[in-house]
């Protein structure tokens, strides 16, 4: 197969827990072809195809000069999307306009016969803290406003939140409050800005000690083990752009019953690739723009998640039936 990466720049990459990386270097094992592009790569043009400024690259096998291109930079090659066997779209978060309009752009694409993962449309639909909302009873006490005086009733009825905003990624704009409500009417002025931008507000949750777990499911199927995200050094985040040690370890049942049921209900709808966040036995997220932690689980169970991955792809492929 010949897949198309969209992601970050491929200078940015941390290569040694990058989670398109693993995709990667398993996709050229088994003899496919890369390309990579970024969303402002893309373009469409009336009269033609959506297309994509594009460098193949080939891995290299080294750390400090991971990939060779056969392009100096991008726009020596524009590439029509349909082209491609598949595209793979990991563009980390945040989901701001321009991530809105890539998945429109990538649906014109599909429109003319490009095979899309996650598919665009699936993207749009799941925003990755309010997915949760479709599935109440996996979830603790939630509530999602604008409005400060919903955020301080629930506050005196649950007395210990968690503040968040529905645009953060890796832990940004995540506050608790405690029973004394200390800072609280600052924090919602923050996040909400004066009533001009909703937020969500959840019952925090003890078990986050034990981590923030990282429950993968890929095609539909969970993977066997998840990347407890535990908080260091007092802080109440687990993300691991925030400091805290990711801990591999076998799924719980609870964890298991989650994955088996939202799985294949995500997966029907065109979402190949979700990264499930449960704390305690409550599910919190719903990733599925760019879910990490492949690397993590792969180096510390020695089950190869971008195996697992890569298989799941193939066989999505196959079965496409394309236009």
Not at 297 to 306: L, S
């Amino acid at each position: 197969m010949h897949i198309l990466f969209v992601a970050d720049p491929l200078e940015s990459f941390k290569i040694y827990k990058d989670t398109t990386f693993s995709m990667m270097r398993e996709a050229q094992k088994r003899g496919h072809r890369i390309s990579a592009c970024e969303p402002k790569d893309i373009m469409w043009q009336r009269g033609g195809m959506v297309t994509a400024y594009v460098r193949d690259i080939t891995l290299t096998g080294e750390s400090d000069v991971w990939f060779t291109a056969a392009q100096s930079k991008p726009d020596e090659r524009p590439q029509a999307i349909k082209d491609f066997d598949c595209v793979v779209m990991r563009k980390d978060p945040p989901f701001d306009s321009e991530f809105f309009y890539a998945t429109h752009l990538l649906e014109q694409a599909e429109r003319e016969g490009a095979k899309v993962f996650n598919k665009p449309r699936a993207l749009r639909d799941h925003p990755e803290k309010l997915a949760i909302l479709e599935f109440p009873q996996f979830i603790g006490p939630t509530l999602v406003t604008r409005d400060a005086e919903d955020v301080r009733r629930f506050h005196a009825e649950h007395r210990d939140i968690i503040l968040k905003p529905l645009d953060g990624m890796g832990g940004m704009g995540i506050f608790r409050v405690k029973d004394d409500g200390l800072n609280l009417g600052g924090i919602i002025e923050t996040l909400n800005k004066d009533g001009a931008q909703t937020l969500m507000v959840q019952k925090f949750l003890p078990a986050i000690s034990e981590g923030d777990k990282r429950v993968l499911v890929i095609g539909g199927k969970p993977v066997p083990f998840c990347l407890a995200r535990i908080p260091q050094g007092g802080e109440v985040r687990g993300n691991l752009a925030a400091g805290g040690k990711g801990v591999a370890q076998p799924l719980s049942d609870s964890d298991r019953a989650v994955a088996e049921a939202l799985g294949p209900i995500l997966a029907a709808r065109g979402l190949l690739l979700v990264g499930l966040d449960i704390i305690g036995d409550s599910l919190t997220e719903i990733n599925v723009t760019s879910p990490t932690c492949f690397q993590e689980i792969t180096d510390q169970t020695g089950f190869n998640v971008p195996v697992m991955f890569i298989d799941a792809l193939e066989a999505a492929v196959a079965a496409h039936p394309g236009v």
